[in-house]
């Protein structure tokens, strides 16, 4: 019975437009499915609790799952970080350091939240001011009144690098690296980096071998760092400092002597960002993200305000929360396909993230039981395919799965 109303149906106009249909559209996406099967529940089955979602170049989904619920991304919200800090400052944008001099020749230095103020860049300001004719200085004075050392949520009071606090005004990503020998003498283990008086009294109490000083444990001197840095480096371009190193607030005695330009544009500063995964540095992009928009002082609050915002109207983005700039914070919260809708809105900027894996650039993202990758790669079939993979599990598939995406989806 079912072959002979298979025959009247085939004999039929119906029938041939619906066998001529099947043939040339609907069989070739029926093979091409059945053959996508097994590389997706491979994929499928190294997920225990995470989402992904993948797009061609014009938006067509290639694979989801659990595209819409929520994850904590961790360093992968660094690219959020990132598209706002390029769209909002430009890519060559440069921070600025503020020299200033008082009537006694009391040297000012006011920080507007430089991440790359290192010793290099200290180094280039006192050869500016002694080109500008800086003879001599009294006090050195410090103003971090953009905004003081603050502890970012989701770091922690570690010595690790990445737990490094933030601040309007600080030198060297707020670390010392130091090498001690057996007989107890400290030097620098940095040969851009004189040793100073500070760096010994911190570095007292350190292990032998080369050791890296966190200056979140010690805040009030991070700030002074900067001025034993400074006069270190002012010494070597013969211009003594007679006085004392301490904190204060540029005034209205004050008169402008220098606005010190950083070496680095922003985009160079965000390309070696995402290269190491530098939470300071995020974090002092989020802080001059607020303050630009919503004044002084710089406030994670304004930071979440300003991203929040340019998210929503910028991208799209709706159901989200964004805590800090660097994705230390676990409250941190987007979904998979909102990570590739910004990857859309970051694809101009592609050229500043690093290949980590052979022919895919990406952004990685690691915590305690979270690990993510966000990014790129080419495809002759699909062109440029958007990816994210946002695992909150023990196990990080997340390059596997990577790979699998790359060699399926050619």
């Known amino acids: 019975m079912k072959k002979i109303i298979f025959n009247r ?13 099947f043939t040339f559209f609907l069989f070739p996406h029926f093979l091409h499915a059945e053959a996508s099967v097994p590389w997706m ?14 797009e061609d170049a014009k938006g067509k989904v290639l694979f989801e799952d659990a595209a819409q619920q929520d994850f904590m991304p961790a360093s992968t919200l660094k690219v959020v970080t990132s598209l706002v800090a390029l769209e909002s400052l430009g890519r060559d944008y440069r921070f600025k350091t503020g020299v200033f001099l008082d009537a006694e020749n009391n040297l000012y230095i006011k920080g507007y939240a430089d991440p790359y103020l290192v010793s290099e860049e200290l180094d280039a300001l006192s050869g500016e001011l002694r080109q500008k004719g800086l003879k001599q200085v009294k006090d050195i004075i410090l103003d971090d009144s953009f905004f003081p050392a603050l502890q970012v949520p989701g770091a922690s009071s570690s010595l690790n690098p990445y737990d490094a606090l933030n601040s309007a005004l600080s030198a060297n990503f707020n670390t010392i690296v130091i090498r001690k020998n057996k007989n107890g003498q400290i030097e620098s283990a940095e040969a851009q980096t004189p040793m100073t008086e500070l760096t010994r009294t911190l570095a007292s109490k350190a292990k032998a071998g080369t050791d890296r000083i966190n200056l979140a444990a010690h805040p009030e001197e991070s700030l002074l760092y900067v001025g034993h840095l400074l006069k270190a480096f002012l010494e070597a371009q013969k211009i003594p400092v007679n006085g004392t190193i301490r904190k204060g607030k540029v005034g209205e005695e004050t008169k402008l002597f220098l606005a010190h330009a950083s070496s680095k544009n922003l985009a160079e500063v965000i390309q070696s960002m995402l290269k190491f995964s530098t939470n300071f540095i995020a974090n002092q992009l989020f802080m001059t993200l607020g303050a630009g928009k919503y004044g002084v002082p710089a406030t994670l609050e304004k930071g979440q305000k300003v991203v929040t915002e340019f998210l929503k109207t910028k991208v799209g983005l709706k159901n989200f929360y964004v805590e800090e700039g660097s994705g230390l914070s676990r409250k941190n919260q987007f979904s998979p396909l909102q990570m590739v809708q910004i990857l859309r809105a970051f694809e101009k900027y592609k050229d500043l993230l690093p290949e980590k894996l052979e022919g895919i650039v990406a952004k990685t993202g690691t915590l305690s039981g979270v690990s993510c990758l966000m990014g790129y790669f080419d495809s002759p079939t699909h062109k440029t395919v958007r990816f994210a993979i946002l695992l909150n599990q023990a196990a990080g598939n997340r390059e596997r799965i990577a790979k699998i995406l790359y060699k399926n989806l050619q």
Not at 10 to 21: A, D, I, Y
Not at 41 to 54: Q, R, T
């Open 9 to 21: 149906v085939c004999r039929s106009g119906e029938g041939v437009r619906f066998l001529f249909l």
């Open 41 to 54: 529940n491979e994929v499928k089955k190294l997920v225990s609790h995470g989402g992904i979602y993948v």
